[in-house]
């Protein structure tokens, strides 16, 4: 039995809707292909299965599990809508088209063309291995090149690398609020010796305490305080006063640190402490690059002998670049003191810190020029006016500071010594001292007063031992001249009512704080509050310098609106490079400066600006929490 030739089916994706002819009992698909004709190129339709006569069709001619591939043929248009089924017509041969591409097994090879003319030669498909399933492709319009996207590799391309810019980021973010340093450079504006054009400040010669009258307070509007945040770390620091001052980091809960001062003075000294006062206690990088710039002109105006001279013009480098000297010819050891009192106060010692040199070079100085007495070593041997019990006064503190800082007995010792000139200087009716020590004194002044017992208490911070009743001579002179019932304090004890004024209502409020008023205590809480509403001066450093201690020590609302001026104030006014040799420096704006000029200006600034590590608060000294 034969078969006649046929065309084998074309595959297709979406096969016609519609009934099915039907060849010799047969069932066959109809493609929906058409094909251009091979003569005039009119479409035909072509039918995927010829009706065969007088013979079955063999079973084999569309297999079910023959995979069916659909190839794209060349420049042959193919329509994709559906054709209805044609008339079958009578049994003839076809020529081959262009388009026909075998799909039959292996076992049924492509029919020979009955029409003699030459056809068109067709494309075949790459032939698939028997039994090996191809891989799912998507084919892209030919327009896109057909490129094949494998989107199992371009998603798991895209997870990977979305992965690992997460990890990135997540480790920069842990790299910057890991270190507290990188956030306060990011989000602080560093105002680094701002310049700012102020109006000059007139030198004025200084008048003797006695016969000054201070002016009425000036109204000075206080400015917001600038908004600092700082990361919290974990750290507990226990600091001591040991030479080393080390910083004893125990546990690693981040938070709050507890930071335990065996020394009041200590927190100076290591740099951990003194970054994390500053930022609790008001401070900021600002007002550390003020007193930074403050430090580096007093190094600039020290002396061939290690001493320092309110005429700082005298200094060689100098040579009157800077100008408002101090009016005092002699009073070495009181400047060399008083810019001792400066570095000491930013934890510079002759053992520890940048300025060791200049710190020992005065020193020397000190300990060089004072003089052994019966009664104790004169640090002001040689007067000129009436500077001597001033300048014992801010010697001793610089002398004890350090012992208390250094443990170094040779210090120490001289230390102790001039404690006992002060002991003996005291007016032991009164209670209070004055320009010269008793018995040539008189009854005493508040201004004298306060550098006294400032000495001693800095004394007993270092150790060094004196007579309790000193102490309270202290307390019967101050009661003489309070005022207000204790919140304010007048200059002297001259006439039968005391008047208080603010720069001796700042000592002696700074005076009855070190001898044991606490906040309880009503006179202190008004005398504050008179404090906070006269405001920082501008044209009284002086009173600053002590006010702004007094406000440290109570904290609370007060010191923070306190500090927000007193510290821009400085910050404003300090010379800038611009100013040349006198960068780093304060003009004078002090009615009691002309006798000390711009060394004495500068100094206390500086302190001033130190006041959050220089000293740790009184009243919230124990269990002190600091945070990072």
Known sequence: M??????????????????LPVANGLAVPIAATVVPAAQNGSPIPVATAIPVASAPVPAVVAPSAQPVIAVPVAAVPVATASVSPAPIPAPQPVAAAPAAVSAAPASMGPAPSADPAPAAKPQSAPQKSAGTRPRAVITLAPRLGQKKQDWKTLSTVFFISAGLHSLALL????????????????FTEVTDNKEINDEPIVEQSMDQPADVKEPPPDDVSSSNVSDMVFEKGPADLNINDLPAAQVKVEGDVPGLADIKFDNAASGRMSTAAKSALVRSMGGNSA??????????????HQMADGGWSFQHDDHPDCKGQCSQPGSLKGGRTGATGLTLLAFLGGGHTHQHGEYQKEVKGGVEFLLKNGQPTPT????????????????????????????ALTKDDRVKKHASAAVNFIVAGQNPKSGGWRYNPYPATDSGDTSVVG???????????????????TFKGAETYLNAAQAAGGSQYAYDLSGDKRVGTPTMTAAGLLCRMYLGWDRKNKALQEGVKYLA????????????????????HWGGDEWTAWNGVMRDQLIRSQKTAKDGHMQGSWDLADVHGGVGGRLYMSCLSIMT????????????????????
Not at 2 to 19: D, F, L
Not at 287 to 300: F, I, N, Q
Request: some cysteine; proline content about 9%.
């Open 376 to 403: 104790g070593f004169d640090l002001c041997p040689t007067v000129v006016s009436n500077e001597k019990m001033y300048i014992q006064g801010l010697c001793t503190i610089a002398l004890s500071e350090l012992a």
């Open 609 to 628: 600006l130190e006041v959050y590590y220089r000293h740790l608060p009184i009243y919230r000294r124990e269990g002190l929490k600091v945070e990072f």
């Open 451 to 469: 550098w006294q017992v400032m000495a001693l208490k800095s004394a007993k911070n270092a150790k060094i031992p004196f007579p309790n009743g």
């Open 2 to 19: 034969s078969t006649q030739n046929v065309i084998p089916p074309v595959p297709v994706a979406h096969p016609p809707t519609g009934a």
């Open 171 to 186: 480790a920069c973010t842990f790299i910057v609020f890991s270190n507290p340093q990188l956030i306060e450079e990011i």
């Open 287 to 300: 007002s550390e690059a003020a007193v930074a710039y403050g430090m580096r002109w007093l190094s600039k």
């Open 533 to 552: 509403a006269t405001k920082p001066a501008p044209n009284n450093m002086y009173y600053n310098y002590y006010a702004t201690q007094v406000m440290h």
